[in-house]
């Protein structure tokens, strides 16, 4: 098993750029996540889908949107990016919600 | 890779002590909490679990302890080695379908 994956590793976009983060996961796992992880200040939930067909924000939804787009796959968008949202984005996969979460290796992105 | 743990609270020991890393928890209705490691350049990866009907659970070299009179937790790591070296936070489950995160502790390891 892959676990989770997330493509690309890295990214530079200019201000105003769109791109979509994509992530899988192969452990056939209801509930996923994406989170931004910057210096110093922990892992910030930007959304998250509990089950196929749900989604939900979290706390730092502003700029993002998200696709549960099959079990399996979970994207993040950026449809105009600022250098704001430079950061370094994980997906993340649970049994269900709020169990465990079993990590990406991460995207990391600047924005320039 | 770049680093998570600026400005984070370190803790420097030496190769072959034990480590105690310690979190402290907001919500006294939290039943379900995970310690995590992440290293340099890497996503965080799941150390061990412990529900709040417990006090202590043990894994390979690492134990969890959960005091729940002072909202506390803690994960001491034996014999620490240098592959130990990176930040480790701590999660509860407090009933809003999601997890709560900590910022980490930075571990350094010193040979």
């Known amino acids: 098993n892959a676990g989770v994956t997330q493509t690309p590793k890295f990214q530079v976009l200019k201000t105003g750029q769109s791109m979509t983060l994509q992530c899988a996961q192969d452990?056939?796992?209801?509930?996923m996540y994406w989170y931004r992880q910057d210096p110093g200040m922990g892992l910030r939930l930007i959304y998250y889908?509990?089950?196929?067909?749900?989604?939900d924000k979290g706390e730092v939804p502003n700029g993002y949107n998200v696709s549960r787009l099959n079990k399996r796959e979970f994207s993040l968008r950026l449809e105009s990016a600022a250098p704001s949202q430079t950061s370094v984005y994980f997906c993340?996969?649970?049994?269900?919600?709020?169990?465990?979460?079993?990590f990406g290796p991460g995207t990391r992105l600047l924005v320039l | 890779g770049e680093s998570v743990g600026l400005h984070l609270p370190t803790l420097s020991v030496q190769e072959g002590d034990n480590s105690i890393i310690n979190c402290a928890y907001s919500?006294?209705?939290?039943?379900?909490f995970i310690w995590y490691k992440q290293e340099s350049g890497k996503g965080p990866q799941f150390i061990i679990d412990?529900?709040?009907?417990?006090d202590k659970r043990q894994g390979q070299r690492v134990t969890v302890l959960l005091n729940k009179t002072v909202k506390h937790l803690s994960l001491q790591i034996a014999a620490t080695q240098p592959g130990d070296s990176a930040v480790y936070f701590c999660?509860?489950?407090?009933?809003?379908?999601?997890?709560?995160f900590g910022k980490g502790n930075q571990v350094v390891v010193i040979p």
């Open positions: 993340a996969s649970s049994v269900e919600p709020q169990e465990t979460q079993y």
């Open positions: 452990m056939n796992h209801n509930s």
């Open positions: 889908s509990a089950s196929e067909g749900t989604t």
């Open positions: 919500n006294s209705a939290s039943d379900y």
């Open positions: 412990i529900r709040s009907n417990m």
């Open positions: 999660a509860e489950r407090n009933g809003n379908n999601r997890l709560a």
